[in-house]
């Protein structure tokens, strides 16, 4: 039988951030994705931009594909979701894999995430980004978008979904992976809450930053297909 794997993509990103790793994965797994609403071409409402509403898509799109329990790798802010949908709905996960994914929100690192979320600034600085994102996003305009971003890591700066003391409860497998020179993550913060989750292992991938496309693509996919293969293992 088919080992089922559902991929999520990071933020200001689509399911296309997430393509080539769905080619590299072995072929005897069955392999989903999708796109966080406001992203992608998916339709964007304010008001539903939160950390919150992206763990219902989560088990929302787990659900009304009848998905069997499901191995996820989310990249970043899909970790946060994913880990956020897990604990709310542990019947509907095998495991989780993260990378790159930042556990220490509080009002202050929320204001230094968000700092750069300004569409003008961006323009001046990386109007080739800029014209990218624009093109992966429409027709949502880009300002939106991120304000929207913005606003949704304000609230988990607020008030984080994830906690030392729901994680406490996680009985999921959870294997935190974080890159040697990842800033926004961090090595220390990671660490400090795949402390908290009773199933998690946790490394390091040296040499390695936060963006997706600087990880070693081989080392990625075996990372996670080592995971799936030994969580399958020890259910059996």
Request: charged share 15%; net charge neutral; aromatic share 8%.
């Amino acid at each position: 039988m088919k080992h089922t794997i559902l991929l999520l993509h990071g933020a200001l990103a689509s399911e296309a951030q997430l393509k080539w790793l769905k080619r590299e994965l072995p072929p005897f797994y069955a392999v989903h994705s999708f796109s966080f609403s406001g992203h992608g071409g998916q339709p964007l409402v304010a008001a539903e931009n939160t950390m919150k509403h992206f763990a219902q898509q989560v088990q929302q799109f787990i659900r009304s594909r009848q998905l069997p329990p499901v191995h996820v790798f989310g990249y970043s802010m899909g970790g946060y979701a994913a880990l956020a949908a897990a604990v709310a709905a542990p019947e509907l996960f095998s495991s989780i894999t993260t990378l790159g994914t930042k556990f220490d929100w509080t009002p202050a690192t929320a204001a230094l995430e968000t700092r750069f979320l300004d569409a003008g600034k961006m323009r001046e600085k990386v109007p080739q980004f800029v014209a990218q994102l624009e093109q992966l996003h429409a027709p949502t305009q880009l300002p939106e978008l991120l304000n929207a971003t913005a606003s949704l890591m304000r609230g988990l700066g607020d008030a984080p979904l994830l906690t030392p003391q729901n994680l406490a409860t996680l009985e999921v497998p959870v294997q935190v992976l974080v890159g040697e020179l990842d800033k926004t993550a961090g090595v220390d913060a990671s660490r400090h809450f795949a402390d908290f989750m009773p199933r998690a292992t946790f490394e390091i991938i040296m040499n390695t930053p936060h963006p997706l496309e600087k990880v070693n693509p081989d080392l990625l996919v075996t990372r996670i297909a080592r995971f799936v293969e030994m969580v399958q293992e020890n259910m059996v």
